[in-house]
Every structure is written in C-alpha cells, then in structure tokens.
C-alpha cells in the first residue's frame, strides 16, 4: 500500500472554531477519503497550535493557567471533528510532550550545524500582532494600522535561523519542480517574493517577555517563537511513526503559505536534512456575506449551527461546491439555501424518492432485472461513462467543486430520463413490452442513484451509505468496482421512504 500523509494547518486556540476552520477539515477530508477508496495508506493529521503570547494573554483575563486554558479551547476545536465527519488518524496538540520533544531535538541540531546564531535586534513591536514591524507596514500618514494596537520601539537579543543561505536553493527547488504549490499562480508569487533578498528568521522570544512557549535546548532564557514552533508539527506527530513521514499535501489558506510554509517550513526542512513535502495545496478564504471573516469582527459563521441544523452532509456539500479550491467565496444563508433547495433536496430527493416509490409501486419493493437497452439506457450509460472519468480526473486537479457539478448533471439527467420513460404510464400499461420497459427503467433509475451515491461518498459519506442502504447495496472492498455499471441489484429489496434532505422553507430563513 503506498502511504500517503496528509495534513491540515493547525488551529490557533485563542478563539472559537469558525467556517474557515472547517472549511479546511473538510477539504482535507475530502482528499483523504478519495486517497482512501483509491487503496492508498492514508494517515490524515490535524490540530492545534497552542504556544504564542495571545493564548498567554487570554489565560490571564480568564484568571487560569495557560494550559487550563488550552484544555478548554482546543476541546472544542477537536469536538467539531466528529460533527463534520472528519476521518483524521491523529490530533496534535503543540503543548504535547512529543512535540516539544521534536522541536527541542531539531533546534539542538540546527544550533550544532550553524544554523541558527545569536544577534540583537531593534525594531519596532506590536504586542497585539506578536510581531516586528518595518516601515513598510505603517499608513501613508506615518502612524500604525488600527490592527497592531500599541507599537513600540525595542531593541533584544535573540536566536536567528539563517534563512538566507538557502534562497537560491529554494528558487532552484520551485524553480525545477513547477506544480509543487497549488494553484500554480501561488508558486509565482512564492518565486516573485523570492526575488528580493529574504531576512534570517527570528526563532526565539526572551522568556521575560513571552513565557508560554517551548524552552531553547541550549538557552532556557528564551522559548521557541510562532513558526518554528507550530511547523514542527507536521514532523513531531509522525517522528515514531515508520513509513508516514513524508507528508504528500500539507493543505493550508493562501495567508500563510507566504513566507511561513512555503519559505520557512522548506529551509527548516532542508537545514535539518529532512525529506520535503510532495507539495503544498493553499486553498482561498470564506467571507460571510461579502465580509472578511474575522474573529475580531464577530461575523465568523457557527459551523457546527448549520450542521446540527442541515446536517453534516449538506455542510460539506456547500462547501465543497461553492469553493473553487485556491480561489475566495462567499458564505452566505440564501446561497446555502438555494444549493441546498436545488441541488439536494429536489434534485437529488427527487430521483431517492421516485426509485423509491415506483419500485414499491410497480414492483413489489423489490429492483427488477433491466431488459435490453434502447436509446434513453444508451444515452444515460454514455453520459455515466464520461461523468465517472471525468469526475475522477476532476478530483485529481482538486476540482471538486466541478466533481460536483458534473455528479449532478448525471441526476439532473437521470431526472429526465424517468420523466421520458414515464413508468407510471407503463405501469398502467397491459402490453409485456411496456412491462419489460417499465423494469428496465426501474433498473435504471436504481442502478444510475448507487453510482451517483458512489461519487459522492468523499463529499457526503453520510448520504452514501444511506442511499445505498434503501437500495439493500452493500459494497465490495474494492471502491472502484462500484464505478460499473451493472445489474447488481437486481432483486434487492427497497425501503418504503428517505428524506435525506427536507427542504428549507422561507419561514427557516436566518434562524442560524
Ligand atoms: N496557527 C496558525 C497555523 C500554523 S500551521 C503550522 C494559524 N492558525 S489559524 O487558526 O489562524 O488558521 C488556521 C487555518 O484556517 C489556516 O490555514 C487559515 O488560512 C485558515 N483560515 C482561517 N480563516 C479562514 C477563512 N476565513 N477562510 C478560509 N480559511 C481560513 O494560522
């Protein structure tokens, strides 16, 4: 089996759970499961970035210790997990022992090999940000953005990772592998920002002034600053795990591909001779309703509202075909209610209800064995041959959204195609040939429900097994033989009814 580890960003701690949140968990998800049904050896990870000075600050005002703290938040963080139907294999948390122990180890020997160096530095310093400023960040009047709350002037010493050595090698390294990040466009502005020369990393942050971090290995007066200590991550959750390592996506948002993973993270991996990535995906940002999303803004969206409410199905399926991966949507309730309405609950509930119906109707509840094609069979077992390739090439590209669409096409136009059969004429019929007829389309229409169910098991796992449960379908071990067309089932027994997805009516609207 050929391994494949795939990860998500991990989450800061300092506020709740929001739609960009799980939006990447379900993205990854996504992957996963595909990789999964396609033989791979998936080992998905996920979860927290827990150190920082903000989580520091936020334990204070709650009057608890840091790590009280962290327990509380990242239970929720790790609590919208199942909820969402994500099928991680771990969850890291960066205040476990194993991480600290990993990024100890790797800072001791980029320490011993030169790599990282002791230097004073002056700048200006916004607390709320945890970071230095340059001037280039301040307004064209000369004062701070709003965003970085009281700046001030400091000078310190502290640790750098000679990041600079390394830049031509990164140029060469993207330079020669051209589809490393996705999309492509991300990899140019990678090398774009490559063209000027890039700084040595701050790593460390003195202990006076930040104290929930990671100790230094060989200098306790100082913890590990942000980056170098979250990235390790990836690292640290696999490290006694043989054959995982190395990650074939890390799947992230556009805002820290540059420079914190696709600059950074590399150089760190290189320095410390360690096997890089397969590649990185950095998918685009939700706004709600036309607005950033921020947890400063309080226009975050509950994603767990709208799962208890809809469903985790529907959530995933908004998701996933709202957003182009890499590109930015928009959240919004009439947007997820018009998907919903349209594309689940009547065209999809459609075609559940009327195989249902009709082979309770007109066959005993139980699927009749098709007689010989005529041109609506042909023309629907066409439209399925290209749906399933190009929908399995589409997953490939991360086109899921297209997956989608296309998925739904083959419903639409299994829709149509009862409604060209009208078995309920046939069924009224007293000819045989109509009889025949009336079977072959009620084996068509069952047949063409299970290979739609098939291609959206990655995105609605849920409505799959349910879909395939009326039909009285158990399927094999092998995921790709369920892509074919055929009468397996034949003489299955159907349930009565399934509502998978009630519409919404006007009366719901706003009420998450
Ligand atoms: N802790 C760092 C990541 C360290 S990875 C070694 C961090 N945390 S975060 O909580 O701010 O963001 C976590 C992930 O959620 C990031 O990939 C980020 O891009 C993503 N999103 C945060 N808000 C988002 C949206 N509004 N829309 C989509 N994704 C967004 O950064």
Excluded at 29 to 48: E, H, P, Q, S, W
Excluded at 129 to 152: A, C, H, M, Y
Excluded at 181 to 196: G, S
Excluded at 199 to 226: A, H, Q
């Amino acid at each position: 089996m050929k391994s494949f580890y795939i990860t998500t960003a991990i989450d800061y701690v300092n506020g709740l759970p929001h739609l960009g949140h799980a939006y990447e968990k379900v993205l990854t998800d996504v992957i996963a499961r595909i990789r999964r049904m396609m033989g791979d050896d998936v080992y998905f990870l996920t979860g927290v970035d827990e150190h920082g000075q903000k989580v520091q600050q936020s334990a204070q005002k709650k009057g608890i210790p840091p790590q009280e703290f962290c327990d509380q938040t990242s239970a929720e963080f790790q609590a919208i997990l199942p909820k969402l139907n994500i099928t991680n294999n771990d969850f890291i948390r960066t205040t476990e022992e194993r991480h600290k122990k990993v990024v100890r180890a790797i800072l001791q020997q980029l320490f011993d090999k030169g790599e990282i160096y002791q230097a004073e530095y002056q700048g200006y310093y916004s607390t709320r940000q945890e970071q230095f400023l340059q001037n280039k960040d301040r307004n064209e009047d000369g004062t701070w953005p709003e965003i970085f709350g009281e700046v001030s002037e400091i000078t310190e010493s502290n640790y750098f990772f000679k990041l600079k050595n390394y830049q031509q090698w990164l140029i060469d390294f993207l330079t020669e592998n051209e589809n490393f990040i996705f999309p492509k466009f991300r990899q140019k502005q990678v090398l774009e920002f490559l063209k000027e020369p890039i700084n040595d990393l701050c790593i460390s942050r003195p202990k006076e002034r930040l104290e929930w971090g990671i100790p230094f290995p060989f200098d306790e007066n100082y913890v590990t600053y942000v980056w170098f200590d979250a990235l390790v991550n990836y690292y640290s959750a696999v490290a006694d795990k043989p054959g995982v390592w190395p990650p074939a996506y890390h799947v992230i948002g556009k805002d820290i591909l540059v420079p914190p993973h696709a600059v950074y993270w590399l150089i760190m991996l290189k320095a410390a001779g360690i096997e890089l990535p397969g590649g990185i995906i950095a998918h685009g940002w939700w706004s709600t309703n036309g607005d950033k999303m921020s947890k400063s803004t309080g226009n975050a969206v509950e994603p767990i509202a709208f799962v208890d409410q809809y469903g985790a199905d529907a959530m995933r399926y908004f998701m996933m075909r709202e957003m182009t991966v890499g590109q930015d949507s928009d959240f919004s309730d009439t947007q997820f209610q018009a998907r919903y309405n349209s594309e689940l609950a009547n065209n999809l509930g459609n075609l559940v209800n009327r195989t249902l119906n009709m082979t309770n109707r007109f066959a005993d509840a139980k699927i009749p064995t098709a007689g010989p094609d005529e041109e609506p069979e042909t023309e629907l077992k066409q439209l399925w041959a290209s749906t399933q390739a190009e929908v399995t090439d589409l997953w490939t590209k991360f086109q899921f959204n297209t997956a989608l669409e296309r998925t739904m096409s083959f419903v639409t136009a299994t829709n149509a195609y009862i409604e060209k059969r009208a078995p309920w004429k046939l069924g009224k019929s007293t000819e045989e040939a109509d009889h025949v007829l009336l079977r072959t389309a009620l084996a068509t229409m069952a047949e063409s429900l299970r290979l739609a169910a098939t291609l959206l098991q990655p995105v609605t796992p849920g409505v799959t097994e349910k879909i395939y449960g009326v039909l009285g379908h158990t399927p094999g071990e092998v995921w790709s033989d369920e892509l074919a067309w055929d009468g397996r089932l034949a003489d299955r027994p159907v349930d009565k009814s399934l509502v998978l997805f009630p519409r919404i009516q006007a009366a719901d609207k706003n009420s998450v």
